[in-house]
């Protein structure tokens, strides 16, 4: 079935020879093949979406365990870090220590997404005593 059909390549020309008079941008395209593939009644397959895994207490429990018995005082400065700011791994690796204002517990991320911003250190004390 599929040695007969025109290449991708071929068609797509054609087509374009069709919608060039109608200045088609994105938005218009896509409504067109979204119709066109109701009209041939074709279905997209969409994947399952899937829900992350989630870790168990005990597994939590564990991994805080092991972040606070650290051996290496800068992985833990850094894990702890993004625990307690929650930004992201880029952002982290960008804070300088002119950024850092211990007095207010915040930090000022200027290198993340967006304008620049400043994120509270949380002052909890150690997340394996927190209700888990």
Known sequence: MTSNRTPPKKKAKELAKYLRAERADYPYLKSVF????????????RLPQRLPEVPTEEELRRFYQAVW???????????????????RVSELVAIRMTEVDIER?????TQGKGAAALVPVSTLKRPERAAL
């Open 34 to 45: 979204r119709a066109l593939r109701e009209e041939l009644e074709i279905s997209v397959e």
């Open 105 to 109: 517990c915040q930090i000022r991320i």
């Open 69 to 87: 018995n650290c051996r290496n005082f800068a992985d833990m400065v850094l894990i702890k870090t993004l625990f307690y700011t929650g930004v």
